[in-house]
Protein backbone atom coordinates (compact mmCIF):
# COMPACT_ATOMS: atom_id res chain seq x y z
CA UNK A 1 0.00 0.00 0.00
CA UNK A 2 1.24 3.65 0.19
CA UNK A 3 4.99 3.31 0.42
CA UNK A 4 5.44 7.50 0.38
CA UNK A 5 5.79 7.90 3.82
CA UNK A 6 9.02 8.52 6.30
CA UNK A 7 8.56 6.51 9.25
CA UNK A 8 10.72 8.01 12.19
CA UNK A 9 10.47 9.64 15.41
CA UNK A 10 9.93 13.67 15.39
CA UNK A 11 13.42 14.79 17.20
CA UNK A 12 12.68 15.88 20.41
CA UNK A 13 12.47 19.26 21.46
CA UNK A 14 16.00 21.12 22.53
CA UNK A 15 18.15 17.48 21.63
CA UNK A 16 19.84 20.14 18.93
CA UNK A 17 21.84 22.98 20.23
CA UNK A 18 21.00 26.42 18.88
CA UNK A 19 23.11 26.74 15.77
CA UNK A 20 23.53 22.87 14.71
CA UNK A 21 22.22 20.62 12.84
CA UNK A 22 19.27 18.64 14.34
CA UNK A 23 20.05 14.95 14.50
CA UNK A 24 18.54 12.29 12.47
CA UNK A 25 14.95 11.26 12.77
CA UNK A 26 14.78 7.42 14.41
CA UNK A 27 13.42 4.76 12.01
CA UNK A 28 10.32 3.16 12.93
CA UNK A 29 11.23 -0.31 12.17
CA UNK A 30 7.60 -1.39 14.25
CA UNK A 31 5.80 0.52 11.33
CA UNK A 32 7.77 -0.88 8.37
CA UNK A 33 6.83 -4.20 10.41
CA UNK A 34 3.00 -3.09 10.33
CA UNK A 35 2.53 -1.75 6.77
CA UNK A 36 4.48 -5.99 6.15
CA UNK A 37 1.75 -6.95 8.28
CA UNK A 38 -1.27 -5.31 6.57
CA UNK A 39 0.06 -5.76 3.13
CA UNK A 40 0.03 -9.81 4.04
CA UNK A 41 -3.29 -9.81 5.72
CA UNK A 42 -5.06 -7.71 2.17
CA UNK A 43 -3.58 -10.46 0.64
CA UNK A 44 -4.97 -13.27 2.62
CA UNK A 45 -8.22 -11.59 2.91
CA UNK A 46 -8.96 -11.22 -1.36
CA UNK A 47 -7.64 -15.30 -1.82
CA UNK A 48 -10.38 -15.84 0.56
CA UNK A 49 -13.20 -14.07 -1.03
CA UNK A 50 -11.99 -15.99 -4.21
CA UNK A 51 -13.19 -18.87 -1.98
CA UNK A 52 -16.31 -17.07 -0.95
CA UNK A 53 -17.00 -16.10 -4.64
CA UNK A 54 -17.10 -20.00 -5.60
CA UNK A 55 -20.06 -20.87 -3.21
CA UNK A 56 -21.68 -17.57 -3.66
CA UNK A 57 -21.41 -16.82 -0.40
CA UNK A 58 -23.75 -20.05 0.35
CA UNK A 59 -22.24 -23.14 2.66
CA UNK A 60 -25.02 -24.99 1.11
CA UNK A 61 -23.00 -25.07 -1.98
CA UNK A 62 -19.66 -25.65 -0.07
CA UNK A 63 -19.40 -25.51 3.37
CA UNK A 64 -15.15 -26.23 3.27
CA UNK A 65 -14.45 -23.52 0.97
CA UNK A 66 -17.45 -21.16 2.14
CA UNK A 67 -16.18 -21.14 5.83
CA UNK A 68 -12.30 -21.51 4.57
CA UNK A 69 -12.95 -18.01 3.24
CA UNK A 70 -14.74 -16.59 5.65
CA UNK A 71 -12.04 -17.16 7.91
CA UNK A 72 -9.46 -15.80 6.22
CA UNK A 73 -11.83 -12.75 5.95
CA UNK A 74 -12.42 -12.11 9.38
CA UNK A 75 -8.60 -11.88 10.36
CA UNK A 76 -7.94 -9.32 7.76
CA UNK A 77 -10.79 -6.21 8.54
CA UNK A 78 -8.32 -4.29 10.77
CA UNK A 79 -5.60 -3.74 7.48
CA UNK A 80 -7.07 -1.12 5.46
CA UNK A 81 -8.16 1.20 8.90
CA UNK A 82 -4.27 1.06 10.05
CA UNK A 83 -2.73 2.01 6.76
CA UNK A 84 -5.24 5.13 7.57
CA UNK A 85 -3.90 5.01 10.61
CA UNK A 86 -0.21 5.30 9.36
CA UNK A 87 -1.03 7.92 6.85
CA UNK A 88 -2.02 10.09 10.02
CA UNK A 89 0.99 9.52 11.89
CA UNK A 90 3.42 9.89 8.60
CA UNK A 91 1.54 13.26 8.17
CA UNK A 92 1.01 14.75 11.40
CA UNK A 93 4.25 13.11 13.51
CA UNK A 94 6.30 10.93 11.88
CA UNK A 95 7.25 13.22 8.63
CA UNK A 96 5.01 16.31 8.82
CA UNK A 97 5.31 18.59 5.30
CA UNK A 98 7.92 21.01 5.55
CA UNK A 99 6.13 22.89 2.72
CA UNK A 100 3.58 22.29 -0.55
CA UNK A 101 5.91 20.83 -3.23
CA UNK A 102 7.21 18.22 -0.77
CA UNK A 103 3.23 17.04 -0.08
CA UNK A 104 2.74 17.75 -3.85
CA UNK A 105 5.82 14.94 -4.51
CA UNK A 106 4.13 12.70 -2.06
CA UNK A 107 0.53 12.63 -3.94
CA UNK A 108 2.61 12.26 -7.06
CA UNK A 109 4.26 9.27 -5.59
CA UNK A 110 0.91 7.91 -5.16
CA UNK A 111 -1.02 8.81 -7.87
CA UNK A 112 1.10 7.87 -10.50
CA UNK A 113 1.14 4.31 -9.54
CA UNK A 114 -2.01 4.15 -9.05
CA UNK A 115 -3.35 5.34 -12.78
CA UNK A 116 0.01 3.15 -14.08
CA UNK A 117 -1.48 0.19 -12.41
CA UNK A 118 -5.32 0.68 -13.33
CA UNK A 119 -3.72 0.82 -16.99
CA UNK A 120 -1.68 -2.48 -16.68
CA UNK A 121 -5.06 -4.02 -15.48
CA UNK A 122 -7.59 -2.77 -17.98
CA UNK A 123 -5.01 -3.70 -20.85
CA UNK A 124 -4.57 -6.70 -19.34
CA UNK A 125 -8.60 -7.78 -18.65
CA UNK A 126 -8.59 -6.87 -22.00
CA UNK A 127 -6.12 -9.06 -24.00
CA UNK A 128 -7.83 -11.97 -21.64
CA UNK A 129 -11.29 -10.60 -22.83
CA UNK A 130 -12.96 -9.88 -19.76
CA UNK A 131 -14.02 -6.39 -19.91
CA UNK A 132 -17.36 -5.89 -19.49
CA UNK A 133 -17.78 -2.51 -20.62
CA UNK A 134 -14.87 -0.57 -23.61
CA UNK A 135 -11.84 0.05 -22.32
CA UNK A 136 -11.74 3.31 -22.94
CA UNK A 137 -15.15 4.20 -20.89
CA UNK A 138 -13.62 2.19 -18.25
CA UNK A 139 -10.45 4.40 -18.56
CA UNK A 140 -12.46 7.47 -18.55
CA UNK A 141 -14.18 5.90 -15.58
CA UNK A 142 -11.44 5.50 -13.27
CA UNK A 143 -10.80 9.21 -13.38
CA UNK A 144 -13.31 9.55 -10.96
CA UNK A 145 -12.95 6.43 -8.79
CA UNK A 146 -11.52 2.78 -8.89
CA UNK A 147 -13.02 0.27 -11.78
CA UNK A 148 -12.95 -3.45 -12.37
CA UNK A 149 -10.77 -5.23 -12.15
CA UNK A 150 -8.37 -2.85 -10.52
CA UNK A 151 -11.03 -2.92 -8.13
CA UNK A 152 -8.74 -2.78 -4.92
CA UNK A 153 -6.89 0.86 -6.20
CA UNK A 154 -10.57 2.36 -4.33
CA UNK A 155 -8.47 2.80 -1.18
CA UNK A 156 -6.14 5.22 -3.18
CA UNK A 157 -8.96 7.27 -3.60
CA UNK A 158 -9.36 7.76 0.08
CA UNK A 159 -6.03 7.53 0.79
CA UNK A 160 -4.83 10.38 -1.28
CA UNK A 161 -7.31 13.15 0.21
CA UNK A 162 -6.92 12.17 3.73
CA UNK A 163 -3.13 13.10 3.16
CA UNK A 164 -3.59 16.11 1.60
CA UNK A 165 -6.35 17.29 3.93
CA UNK A 166 -3.51 16.34 7.08
CA UNK A 167 -1.25 18.26 5.34
CA UNK A 168 -3.10 21.42 4.50
CA UNK A 169 -3.99 21.54 8.24
CA UNK A 170 -0.06 21.08 9.11
CA UNK A 171 1.32 23.69 6.51
CA UNK A 172 -1.33 26.36 7.67
CA UNK A 173 -0.29 25.90 11.76
CA UNK A 174 3.14 26.05 10.47
CA UNK A 175 2.55 29.70 9.05
CA UNK A 176 2.33 28.73 5.42
CA UNK A 177 -0.03 29.62 2.78
CA UNK A 178 -0.62 25.71 0.65
CA UNK A 179 -3.01 27.45 -2.38
CA UNK A 180 -2.72 24.80 -4.23
CA UNK A 181 -3.64 22.25 -1.62
CA UNK A 182 -6.98 24.08 -0.93
CA UNK A 183 -7.77 24.51 -4.14
CA UNK A 184 -7.34 20.67 -4.89
CA UNK A 185 -9.39 19.91 -1.81
CA UNK A 186 -11.98 22.39 -2.85
CA UNK A 187 -12.13 20.43 -6.25
CA UNK A 188 -12.50 17.18 -4.35
CA UNK A 189 -15.38 18.51 -2.12
CA UNK A 190 -17.91 19.91 -4.90
CA UNK A 191 -16.82 17.12 -7.62
CA UNK A 192 -19.49 15.32 -6.82
CA UNK A 193 -22.23 17.70 -6.84
CA UNK A 194 -21.16 19.07 -10.07
CA UNK A 195 -20.89 16.00 -11.94
CA UNK A 196 -24.29 15.86 -10.59
CA UNK A 197 -25.67 18.87 -11.63
CA UNK A 198 -23.70 17.96 -15.15
CA UNK A 199 -25.89 14.87 -15.32
CA UNK A 200 -29.18 16.82 -14.66
CA UNK A 201 -28.41 19.32 -17.32
CA UNK A 202 -27.40 16.67 -20.17
CA UNK A 203 -29.07 14.05 -19.00
CA UNK A 204 -26.24 12.10 -19.53
CA UNK A 205 -25.06 9.33 -16.98
CA UNK A 206 -21.60 10.29 -15.64
CA UNK A 207 -18.84 8.32 -13.35
CA UNK A 208 -19.93 7.91 -9.95
CA UNK A 209 -16.87 10.37 -8.16
CA UNK A 210 -14.59 8.08 -5.48
CA UNK A 211 -12.11 10.77 -4.71
CA UNK A 212 -13.21 11.49 -0.65
CA UNK A 213 -13.31 9.69 2.86
CA UNK A 214 -15.72 8.95 5.23
CA UNK A 215 -15.84 10.45 8.29
CA UNK A 216 -14.25 6.72 10.33
CA UNK A 217 -10.85 6.61 7.64
CA UNK A 218 -10.23 10.58 9.03
CA UNK A 219 -10.81 9.56 12.59
CA UNK A 220 -8.32 6.46 12.07
CA UNK A 221 -5.82 9.01 10.72
CA UNK A 222 -5.90 11.09 13.26
CA UNK A 223 -6.48 8.47 16.36
CA UNK A 224 -3.70 6.05 14.93
CA UNK A 225 -1.45 9.17 14.82
CA UNK A 226 -1.97 9.73 18.60
CA UNK A 227 -1.45 5.72 19.11
CA UNK A 228 1.53 5.45 17.34
CA UNK A 229 3.01 8.06 18.75
CA UNK A 230 2.99 6.93 22.52
CA UNK A 231 5.85 6.03 23.57
CA UNK A 232 7.09 2.89 24.44
CA UNK A 233 6.40 2.95 28.20
CA UNK A 234 2.72 3.57 27.79
CA UNK A 235 2.09 0.91 25.14
CA UNK A 236 -0.02 -1.77 27.55
CA UNK A 237 -0.34 -4.87 24.89
CA UNK A 238 -2.34 -7.58 27.70
CA UNK A 239 -5.61 -6.06 27.18
CA UNK A 240 -5.35 -5.96 23.04
CA UNK A 241 -3.91 -9.49 23.06
CA UNK A 242 -7.44 -10.90 25.33
CA UNK A 243 -9.35 -8.93 23.25
CA UNK A 244 -7.82 -9.60 19.53
CA UNK A 245 -9.39 -13.05 19.24
CA UNK A 246 -12.59 -11.84 20.10
CA UNK A 247 -13.22 -8.76 17.69
CA UNK A 248 -12.13 -11.32 14.98
CA UNK A 249 -15.11 -14.03 16.03
CA UNK A 250 -17.12 -10.98 15.71
CA UNK A 251 -16.09 -10.26 12.41
CA UNK A 252 -16.43 -13.87 11.50
CA UNK A 253 -20.11 -13.68 12.96
CA UNK A 254 -21.10 -10.64 11.28
CA UNK A 255 -19.74 -12.21 7.55
CA UNK A 256 -21.75 -14.57 7.82
CA UNK A 257 -24.85 -14.11 9.63
CA UNK A 258 -25.17 -10.16 8.54
CA UNK A 259 -24.06 -9.01 5.97
CA UNK A 260 -20.59 -9.51 3.93
CA UNK A 261 -18.88 -7.53 3.61
CA UNK A 262 -18.43 -6.00 7.16
CA UNK A 263 -18.14 -1.67 6.64
CA UNK A 264 -14.75 -0.53 7.99
CA UNK A 265 -16.41 1.75 10.32
CA UNK A 266 -18.23 -1.18 12.39
CA UNK A 267 -17.25 -1.40 16.34
CA UNK A 268 -15.39 -4.61 15.67
CA UNK A 269 -13.11 -3.26 13.30
CA UNK A 270 -12.35 -0.40 15.07
CA UNK A 271 -11.48 -2.33 18.76
CA UNK A 272 -9.93 -4.79 16.11
CA UNK A 273 -7.55 -2.16 14.54
CA UNK A 274 -6.76 -0.71 17.95
CA UNK A 275 -5.92 -4.31 19.33
CA UNK A 276 -3.26 -5.12 16.50
CA UNK A 277 -1.95 -1.35 16.51
CA UNK A 278 -1.10 -1.52 20.30
CA UNK A 279 0.59 -4.89 19.54
CA UNK A 280 2.93 -4.06 16.86
CA UNK A 281 3.64 -0.48 17.98
CA UNK A 282 6.92 -0.36 19.57
CA UNK A 283 8.00 -3.52 19.67
CA UNK A 284 11.58 -4.01 18.58
CA UNK A 285 12.81 -5.34 15.64
CA UNK A 286 15.93 -7.28 16.02
CA UNK A 287 19.03 -5.63 14.48
CA UNK A 288 19.59 -8.74 11.88
CA UNK A 289 16.17 -8.56 10.98
CA UNK A 290 15.84 -4.80 10.24
CA UNK A 291 17.66 -4.61 6.93
CA UNK A 292 15.16 -6.84 5.34
CA UNK A 293 12.26 -5.57 7.19
CA UNK A 294 13.08 -2.51 5.82
CA UNK A 295 13.25 -3.47 2.16
CA UNK A 296 10.57 -5.52 2.24
CA UNK A 297 8.49 -2.30 3.01
CA UNK A 298 9.26 -0.17 0.45
CA UNK A 299 8.24 -3.34 -1.52
CA UNK A 300 4.95 -3.19 0.12
CA UNK A 301 3.29 -0.47 -1.83
CA UNK A 302 4.29 -2.43 -5.39
CA UNK A 303 3.12 -6.13 -4.15
CA UNK A 304 -0.40 -4.91 -3.12
CA UNK A 305 -0.87 -3.16 -6.72
CA UNK A 306 0.13 -6.23 -8.20
CA UNK A 307 -1.32 -8.99 -6.31
CA UNK A 308 -4.62 -9.18 -7.87
CA UNK A 309 -3.16 -9.99 -10.87
CA UNK A 310 -1.95 -12.86 -9.15
CA UNK A 311 -5.68 -13.53 -7.47
CA UNK A 312 -7.36 -13.89 -10.99
CA UNK A 313 -4.99 -15.72 -12.99
CA UNK A 314 -3.81 -18.15 -10.30
CA UNK A 315 -5.88 -18.35 -7.52
CA UNK A 316 -9.40 -18.39 -9.21
CA UNK A 317 -7.80 -21.34 -11.25
CA UNK A 318 -7.67 -23.57 -8.10
CA UNK A 319 -10.33 -22.98 -5.74
CA UNK A 320 -13.56 -25.03 -6.18
CA UNK A 321 -16.52 -25.29 -3.95
CA UNK A 322 -16.30 -28.94 -3.79
CA UNK A 323 -13.30 -28.88 -1.07
CA UNK A 324 -13.56 -30.37 1.82
CA UNK A 325 -13.09 -28.34 5.47
CA UNK A 326 -9.02 -29.74 5.33
CA UNK A 327 -8.61 -29.54 1.74
CA UNK A 328 -9.89 -25.95 1.52
CA UNK A 329 -7.68 -24.98 4.41
CA UNK A 330 -4.69 -26.34 2.95
CA UNK A 331 -5.13 -24.60 -0.42
CA UNK A 332 -5.52 -21.25 1.39
CA UNK A 333 -2.70 -21.65 3.02
CA UNK A 334 -0.49 -22.60 -0.06
CA UNK A 335 -2.48 -19.82 -2.74
CA UNK A 336 -2.08 -16.92 0.21
CA UNK A 337 1.70 -18.13 0.04
CA UNK A 338 1.80 -18.51 -3.52
CA UNK A 339 0.45 -14.56 -3.70
CA UNK A 340 2.97 -13.41 -1.44
CA UNK A 341 6.25 -14.71 -3.02
CA UNK A 342 5.07 -13.42 -6.61
CA UNK A 343 3.43 -9.84 -5.32
CA UNK A 344 6.79 -9.22 -3.31
CA UNK A 345 9.24 -10.70 -5.50
CA UNK A 346 7.72 -8.83 -8.55
CA UNK A 347 8.08 -5.27 -6.45
CA UNK A 348 11.22 -6.22 -5.51
CA UNK A 349 12.55 -6.76 -9.53
CA UNK A 350 11.22 -3.28 -10.52
CA UNK A 351 12.74 -1.41 -7.65
CA UNK A 352 15.71 -2.96 -8.82
CA UNK A 353 15.11 -1.75 -12.00
CA UNK A 354 14.26 1.90 -11.06
CA UNK A 355 10.62 1.81 -11.92
CA UNK A 356 9.74 2.25 -8.41
CA UNK A 357 8.07 5.80 -9.14
CA UNK A 358 6.30 4.54 -11.96
CA UNK A 359 5.17 1.36 -10.69
CA UNK A 360 5.08 1.73 -6.88
Given at each position: ?????????????????S???????????????M??????????????A???????????????A??????????????????F??????????????????????????I????????????????????E???T???????????????????????????????????????????????????I?????????????????????????????????????????L????????????????????????????H???P????FVA???????????????????????????????????????????????????????????????????T???L??????????????????
Amino acid sequence: MPNDIAVRLPQQKGSAPSGQTAAPREHRFDIDLMRLICSATIMLGHVGAQFIRATGNDPENGAGAYWAGHVAEAVNPFAVPMYFAIAGWAVLVGAPPRDSARMWQRIVRNIVPMFAWTAVYLAWAWLRDRNERPMTELAADSLFGSVQPAYHLWFMYAYIPIIALLAFAMLIKAGKRPWGLGAALLGIAVLPSVMTTVTEVTGRDLPTVAWGFGTYSLVYAVGGALLFALPAEAVRRRLPLMLLPLTMVGALWYNTQIHYVMPNAHLFVAVMSVCVLLLVSRVRVPEKWRPRVRTLANAALGAYLVHVLFVEEIVTRFVSPDLSAPAAGLLLVVLVATVMVLSFASSLLWGRLNLRRLLG
